[in-house]
């Protein structure tokens, strides 16, 4: 089945820095690819996805990128700020008939933005 | 409006206990679904419901019953739970299982079972 690894598993940087969290999968038929921010006493906030048709996806200080060849995708953080401090999920959502819409997250990233 | 919501936000219950947890959404999504999230942990996949029907159930114990009363409404009833499925218990939904695939989360219920 889909496997995704999710590197690096903590993440510390000053503010205004940026921040990269890099994913693998590893089912090549995997055809979407959501980020989730998960703060503190809270559900997970979907803040940006990706589609398998498109390389690039840009939303203000955040932007994700995807490798199909390589089986990988990307979530970058521009001009990092303190409310940005959360743990970060990607995912990939397969392509088996009978898995529906199960996605497949990575263990977490948390992201800590020091002012 | 992107809102799951989902009652009651804590529940602390005793192993013989029985108890539901609810979930509700209103944006004419077609697909639900409840995980089970674990401290420092991402979410885990319980069960599904397509257009009203069970579409995936994870393996799950039978001690966790899932009930989709219509369209907007997610149940999850509980009976006689054992300590480590103290967790927080997500509710999302989706469009469809396939069309759309963005899933929208609910804010949990933080579960402890004494």
């Known amino acids: 089945g889909e496997n995704v690894e999710q590197h690096p598993s903590t993440l510390s940087v000053q503010e205004g820095d940026s921040a990269v969290i890099k994913c693998t999968y590893s089912d090549s038929a995997s055809n979407y690819f959501p980020w989730y921010k998960q703060e503190l006493g809270k559900g997970p906030q979907l803040i940006i996805d990706i589609r398998s048709n498109v390389g690039e996806k840009k939303d203000q200080r955040i932007a994700v990128t995807l490798n199909k060849t390589a089986k990988h995708f990307s979530l970058h953080i521009t001009e990092t700020q303190p409310e940005d401090s959360a743990v970060y999920f990607c995912?990939?959502?397969?392509?088996?008939?009978?898995?529906?819409?199960?996605?497949?997250f990575g263990q977490g990233t948390e992201l800590s933005v020091k002012p | 409006d992107t809102e799951v919501t989902q009652t009651p936000k804590h529940l602390v219950m005793g192993m013989t206990n029985k108890k539901s947890l609810k979930c509700e959404q209103h944006?004419?999504?077609?697909?639900m679904y409840w995980y089970k999230q674990k401290a420092k942990k991402p979410p885990e996949l319980m069960f599904v419901y397509s257009y009203e029907k069970l579409s995936i159930n994870e393996s799950v114990p039978s001690r966790f019953s899932p009930e989709c009363p219509n369209s907007s409404l997610l149940n999850l009833h509980l009976h006689a739970l054992q300590p480590e499925d103290s967790a927080l218990y997500l509710c999302?939904?989706?469009?469809?299982?396939?069309?759309?695939?963005?899933?929208?989360f609910g804010p949990g219920t933080r579960l402890t079972v004494t």
């Open positions: 999302a939904s989706s469009q469809g299982e396939r069309e759309r695939s963005e899933q929208y």
């Open positions: 944006m004419g999504h077609r697909a």
């Open positions: 995912a990939a959502r397969g392509m088996i008939y009978n898995q529906g819409g199960k996605l497949i």
